[in-house]
């Protein structure tokens, strides 16, 4: 099984990749909504949660482990992948690459949420893959609670959008990160407020493409996480807009298990 962990549920559009990249993989995916929001906690309990979250996910069956959380890979990546044996990936490095590749004024842009910004995770990976690029970040704490309320269409978050991506379009980037697993449910808007000239990254993407490169790479560690297709779905408390934000995400009902862990 590949395990998937969020604070939430806009980890499912991490799955939605896996889905479409890697069809016939069974997932096995944690959202952690008793804790949410990550991205205004404290460093420390990311960390000590999303140990806990990856452990859990091995323990029950996972051979892969994908951090579909921005925050949570921001604060606990580089800890979590030496406490572990088994593979983790997260969803910040491969599309700070991607958006290497894809930059031809070297102006990149990045919109997340307040705690991945404050991480600085992305001026550390920048600096070491490319010191000459010029980096813009914005924080956009409000577009969380907009998306799970499923106000992509209200005038508002256009309205709230354009605000934040004010300082990006002054700035004159040539490259959108979407910093959060939420943001590509509204990325036709994003992208009509940016501008058609702008190429903007979605993370989960590279992520993907990089663990089905892996594997390709791994063939025995293929067979193993190949196992089928009944997908588990477990959240710490009931979601919030679950059956709206899963057909929003995946195009489909999700049966979501509530998970105790007393």
């Not at 051979?63 to 921005?70: L, R």
């Not at 992208?191 to 993370?203: N, S």
Request: glycine share 6%.
């Amino acid at each position: 099984m590949i395990g998937l962990f969020d604070s939430g549920l806009g980890g499912l559009t991490v799955v939605k990749e896996v889905w479409q990249q890697l069809p016939g993989y069974q997932i096995l995916y944690l959202g952690d909504t008793a804790r949410l929001p990550y991205g205004t906690k404290q460093a420390e309990l990311i960390q000590h949660w999303s140990e806990e979250n990856i452990r859990w996910l091995f323990d029950h069956g996972a051979e892969v482990v994908i951090i579909a959380c921005h925050t949570a890979s921001a604060w606990a990546f580089d800890l979590v992948k030496t406490q572990f044996r088994q593979p983790i990936f997260n969803v910040i490095t491969p599309g700070i690459k991607e958006a290497l590749r894809q930059t031809q004024s070297g102006r990149i842009g990045v919109i997340a949420t307040p705690g991945t910004i404050k991480s600085q995770i992305y001026q550390r990976r920048i600096k070491e893959l490319q010191q000459s690029i010029e980096l813009y970040l914005q924080p956009c704490p409000l577009l969380v609670p907009i998306i799970e309320e499923n106000w992509i269409g209200h005038p508002g978050t256009r309205e709230i959008t354009t605000e934040y991506l004010k300082p990006l379009i002054e700035a004159k980037v040539d490259v959108l990160v979407l910093g959060c697993t939420h943001y590509p449910l509204i990325r036709e808007l994003i992208q009509e407020i940016i501008g058609p000239a702008v190429t903007i990254v979605d993370p989960a993407r590279a992520t993907v493409r990089e663990l089905k490169n892996f594997l390709a790479d791994n063939p025995t560690l293929e067979t193993k996480v190949k196992t089928g297709s009944d997908h588990q779905f477990y959240f710490s408390a009931q979601p919030y807009q679950i059956q709206t934000i899963s057909q929003l995400c995946l195009g489909q009902s999700i049966k979501p298990k509530i998970l105790n862990r007393d």
